[in-house]
């Protein structure tokens, strides 16, 4: 918690809480199973690693994820700065990119629920659920499916 100018290869971590209130965090290789990873976190990247837990990266800033597998309920929610390139979702992954804004997500495989939005774009293999709801702050996320 709170550090800064962090750089991980090979992590293996089944705690709670890991990556909180951090700064410039470069994460490789990692298998992190955890709850509230990276929350409260500004300028984070995280390159071919495995992400389950509740509530990733929420009121994060600058986040970036590339190649990486993502499980766990509600994920990157209430962000600002998310882009993922290349990144897969575990089915039971759910309202996923809540209050999130600034989005540039391309994702392999399937998503399969994705809750109000703000802004950016999301691009999967195919998408699940998409829900606006009375809650929605924004409906300015360009969301599509890959054509073949």
Same mark, same amino acid.
């Given at each position: ?5 962090? @750089?991980?290869?090979?992590?293996? /971590?089944? /705690?709670?809480?890991? @990556? ?11 298998? +992190?199973? #955890? ?21 990733? $990266? ?23 700065? +998310? ?13 996923? @990119?809540?209050? /999130?804004?600034? !989005?540039?997500?391309? +994702?392999?495989?399937? !998503? /399969?629920? !994705?809750?109000?939005? %703000?802004?950016?774009?999301? %691009? ?6 998409? #829900? ?9 996320? %360009?969301?599509?499916?890959?054509? $073949?």
């Amino acid at each position: 918690m709170f550090c800064e100018n962090v @750089f991980v290869d090979g992590l293996v /971590s089944d /705690s709670k809480y890991v @990556f909180q209130y951090c700064k410039n965090v470069e994460v490789h290789n990692a298998r +992190i199973t #955890t709850k509230d990873s990276f929350w409260e976190c500004d300028n984070v990247s995280v390159f071919d690693s495995v992400l389950d837990g509740e509530y990733l $990266a929420w009121h994060s800033k600058n986040v970036r994820l590339v190649r990486c597998h993502i499980a766990g309920e509600q994920p990157l929610c209430y962000l600002d700065g +998310i882009t993922l390139e290349d990144c897969t979702f575990d089915s039971a992954c759910d309202r996923a @990119f809540e209050d /999130s804004k600034r !989005i540039d997500a391309t +994702i392999l495989g399937e !998503i /399969s629920e !994705i809750k109000n939005p %703000i802004s950016g774009r999301i %691009i999967a293999d195919k998408v699940g659920k998409v #829900t606006y709801d009375e809650f929605a702050k924004g409906h300015n996320t %360009i969301i599509t499916e890959k054509t $073949a």
